[in-house]
């Protein structure tokens, strides 16, 4: 651990954000910090989306305007996000009914996006809307620009560079279909992202691109000021939480390279397996046309070869179309989490170099400048939604990971149970006893 | 040409029974029971050793293969593989068996058997030798003819044809295949005194044939046809399957990367560790477990290998029936043609062409006595065609009736042979179904608990 910032103020420097005081405890919530038996600590630090609707269960009102506010009327709804049980949750999203649309200009394709909830931010307990892919972007974008310090789940690539790919053929659009449903559920299941107001719009405008001209920014203070966070400066130390994560995520992303190009190979293999088989099967077919006795026996292991290979041609399509694309989701997300690290490395940069400034002054002020505050609460901020966020990753990670390895583990247990169901039924085949011709 | 039927003088007495099964099969020989009419005994005394002989129960088996060095014909020092042949004969009392024979023999001198057997038994469809150098290799198969595994597979062929000949009815009773088994120094010798060689018919005659023959026994044509579609359909099997083989490998063996950066991977992880590095040991399992289901499979490659070489044996006897039945369609022909000689010269008329008609043409008419003489000699021509001819035709028909007997004979072998095979083809991919089964199993659980 390098040397901190010269003559800290109390709550900077590398600690541990559980042992931080939130910029804003009051009496109130101070109670609720450090205790490990309630919820972390850090989920009590979200951010607010906006200054509007902001409730506090004490009934104050947010402490200051310098700092950024912490909407605690969220406490309730934090404590739902970890119910996964979907009883306690409020908001249904789903990416279904993909359609394809042929205009004049262009050819696309739209999914429709229906979202039940009983939250109030929605005016209806149900909404039917279409999208497309662009749409998608856009919302992704503008999450990144309100909630910088949040990790955003991320989109199916946008192009499809393997050339051969047709982007209207089923398998393509139900691939990109399932990774849309997911994108969103991603957002629906975060405490805070799913509050975001352009979320909101985008579940339920009718015409999103009236909403999308207007260029309403509706960013937090926290979005607002870290987007103009200058990245001029040189970062002293990362926290040994973020060098960390960051080292993890290198890594991560490293180990889940290597497993999609392996998968790749295995699925080139097994296409070039299967082109060998289909010219396989048929020979046995050609000998069954000479013989007599043996005609039956042969005739039998022709068609038997012949379901091997159809098996075997749904294992890869099943890789192809369910394994691979959430491998490369997983690298797309590590890679946009990278990038949120960064720029909580230059907030902390800008932070400290403040500091500095300041003390460097020589002025005997003990009173903090107020925009050197205004950095640490910014700091303070993101590390906690980033610590939050990465926790949360860190136990969907874990989710998803197992359901595709055992997915991918079952798709082969299938395969092979049904060749080997092919093989069995051809034994008493093969073993009659033929009439004598 | 002289036709060489079944000869006594090359058979030992008496014939034993039924056709054998794999190896380590058993022989036996049933003391008075004649299979297929056995000829006169053979004198001397060494034929009483011989009946005892095969009055026991006879075992025999290619059991080691060892590599040797030696000089050649041209006296240069060249590398090679012995194979030893053990026999025994088991006492019917007690079941023990005895070792009664054991010498060191390499492949060409298994070849020379081999010619030998086609030249004298040529209406039977004499099993083929294992391939002399290795054919239809998937990459990972060695196509050298030292390699450990292609002399191992070797052994087994040559055992297996040992075994094929020693259950044929018919060349089991072979004096020159009883001496293969029992007389190491000096066999060379004694099959080629046999003059083996200068009695095979020419290729170039055997091929002429083919193309000129009228009347060929109609099921021979069949049989021969059939012969070459079989070698056909059975190559191009056993091409595709070296590529499946290939490819499977390639898919199997992809499979350990896996294992590797499972491994890696659980190092950065809390919770996800352990269930990824057991998982990654289970993926490491599944590539290795391709190297024997490969190698069980050569097995049956080399099943479909044998009767890929019977194909050709069999055509073999189409041919020496299309030969004779040409030679006996020349004999005939020129018999005729003798005989139309003979009637002209009768009776004074020229009806067909010939160097006497021309030379009459030139140099003036040949005198009675002249042409009494000529009558004479045609006449004793005919005389020796006509039994030529006759001897041609009972030949011909023995032939047909022997060979036929022995291709049903085959035909029943090979439906046998081929079936088995299939089964345990199917097996073995059973086999593999249920080790991919359990192997993923295992994983799944390992996942699972990520």
């Known amino acids: 651990m390098a040397g901190g910032p010269p003559k800290a103020l109390p709550s900077t420097g590398p600690h541990s954000l559980r042992d931080m005081p939130h910029p804003l405890a009051g009496s109130s919530s101070e109670e609720a910090m450090g205790g490990d038996s309630t919820p972390s600590p850090d989920l009590l630090m979200a951010r607010s989306f906006g200054d509007k609707d902001l409730i506090l269960p004490n009934g104050g009102t947010p402490a200051g305007t310098s700092s950024p506010a912490s909407s605690s009327s969220l406490l309730n709804r934090l404590q739902l996000d970890d119910d996964a049980d979907g009883e306690t949750r409020d908001l249904f999203v789903t990416v279904d009914d993909p359609k394809k649309h042929v205009c004049t200009m262009e050819t696309y394709i739209t999914y429709r996006i229906t979202t039940k909830s009983t939250r109030v931010e929605f005016d209806l307990p149900e909404y039917s809307v279409r999208r497309r892919y662009q749409d998608f972007d856009w919302l992704r974008n503008k999450l990144e620009e309100s909630q910088p310090t949040h ?89 040994l939480e973020f060098a960390a994560i960051g080292d993890y995520l290198d890594t991560f992303a490293l ?61 890869t399509e099943d890789m192809t179309e369910d394994f691979l694309p959430v491998l490369r989701e997983y690298i797309l997300y590590s890679d946009s989490m990278k990038s949120v690290l960064k720029k909580r490395d230059q907030v902390q940069a800008e932070y400290e170099a403040k500091l500095e400034a300041v003390a460097l002054r020589k002025e005997e002020r003990p009173k903090v400048p107020a925009d050197v505050e205004k950095c640490q609460d910014r700091m ?28 991918l583990a079952d798709k082969n247990i299938q395969y092979y149970e049904k060749c080997l169901m092919a093989w069995e039924s051809i034994i008493p085949l093969l073993q009659e006893k033929q009439e004598a011709k | 040409m002289e036709q060489l039927s079944p000869d006594p003088e090359r058979q030992l007495q008496p014939a034993p029974q039924e056709p054998l099964g794999g190896p380590d099969a058993v022989l ?116 050298d003819n030292m390699d450990p595994d292609f002399v191992e597979r070797r052994r087994i062929g040559l055992e297996n044809f040992l075994l094929r000949v020693a259950s044929h009815p018919i060349l089991c009773r072979d004096k020159i295949f009883y001496l293969f088994l029992t007389q190491e120094g000096n066999w060379k010798e004694t099959v080629n005194e046999t003059g083996f060689q200068l009695k095979a018919d020419s290729r170039l005659k055997a091929l002429n044939a083919t ?39 390639g898919v199997y063996k992809v499979h350990g990367n896996y294992g ?14 352990d ?81 006497k008609g021309m030379t009459t043409k030139l140099f003036g008419q040949e ?18 065609g006509e039994q030529q001819l006759k001897s041609k035709n009972l030949e011909g028909r023995e032939f047909v009736k022997n060979a036929w007997a022995d291709i049903e004979r085959f035909k029943d072998q090979k439906n046998r042979d081929l079936k088995e095979a299939l089964i345990s083809y199917a097996v073995m991919q059973i086999s593999m179904c249920k080790k991919g089964i359990q192997v993923w199993t295992n994983a799944k659980e390992c996942f699972s608990k990520m």
């Open chain 2, 211 to 249: 193309f000129r023959v009228k009347n060929p026994d109609k099921r021979f044509t069949e049989i021969k046809h059939y012969s070459d579609e079989l070698q056909s359909v059975i190559s191009h099997l056993l091409r595709v399957r070296a590529r499946v083989a290939d490819r499977l490998y």
């Open chain 1, 255 to 315: 180990k889940l390279g290597t497993i999609d190009r392996i998968a790749q190979r295995i699925i080139k293999e097994e296409i070039e397996y299967l082109v060998e088989l289909r010219e396989y099967g048929p020979v046995y077919s050609t000998w069954s046309a000479l013989e007599g006795e043996l005609a039956e026996p042969l005739e039998g292991v022709s068609a038997c070869i012949g379901n091997c290979s159809t098996a075997l041609e749904e294992l």
């Open chain 2, 275 to 355: 269930g990824l590095q057991s998982a990654g040991h289970h993926m490491d399992v599944y590539a290795s477990s391709i190297d024997d289901i490969l190698e069980d499979e050569e097995h049956y490659a080399d099943q479909l290998k044998e009767y890929l070489f019977y194909a050709e044996a069999l055509r073999a006897v189409c041919r020496k029936h299309e030969l004779m039945q040409y030679d006996l369609e020349m004999a005939a022909q020129d018999l005729a043609s003798k005989k139309q000689q003979c009637e002209e010269l009768a009776t004074g008329t020229v009806r067909t062409f010939s160097l």
């Open chain 2, 28 to 143: 036996e020989a049933a003391a008075g029971e004649e299979a297929e009419g056995a000829g006169p005994q053979d004198s001397g005394g060494d034929a009483m050793a011989e009946n005892n002989f095969w009055l026991k129960k006879i075992e025999i088996s290619v059991s080691e293969a060892e590599k040797r060095t030696g000089r050649n014909a041209m006296n240069m020092q060249e590398t090679y593989t012995a194979y030893l042949i053990e026999t025994r004969s088991v006492e019917h009392a007690d079941g023990q068996s005895v070792l009664t024979d054991s010498l060191w023999r390499r492949y060409s001198e298994f070849e020379l058997l081999r010619n030998y057997l086609l030249v004298y038994y040529p209406h039977i469809v004499v099993p083929p030798l294992p391939e002399k150098r290795a054919e239809f290799v998937w990459h990972k198969l060695s196509a």
């Open chain 1, 380 to 407: 303070e901020c993101f590390n906690a939604d980033l610590k939050a966020d990465m926790e949360r990753w860190q136990n969907n990670k874990r989710q998803d990971f197992r359901q595709l390895l055992m997915g």
């Open chain 1, 151 to 239: 990790l955003i789940p991320p989109l199916p690539e946008k192009f499809v560079v393997k050339g051969v790919v047709d982007r209207f053929s089923e398998e393509f659009v139900e691939t990109r279909r399932k990774a849309l449903d997911k994108f969103l559920k991603r957002i629906t299941d975060h405490p805070v992202l799913s509050f975001n107001e352009h979320f909101n719009v985008f579940l339920t405008a009718k015409d999103l691109n009236a909403y999308k001209k207007q260029g309403i920014a509706l960013l937090t203070r926290v979005g607002e000021s870290v987007k103009h966070v200058t990245g001029g400066y040189k970062l002293r130390s990362r926290p």
């Open chain 2, 260 to 273: 590797r950066v499972f491994s890696e991977w659980s190092a950065i992880e809390k919770e996800m560790g």
């Open chain 2, 367 to 384: 005198t009675p006595e002249q042409r009494e003489a000529r009558i004479k000699v045609l006449e004793e021509q005919i005389n020796e």
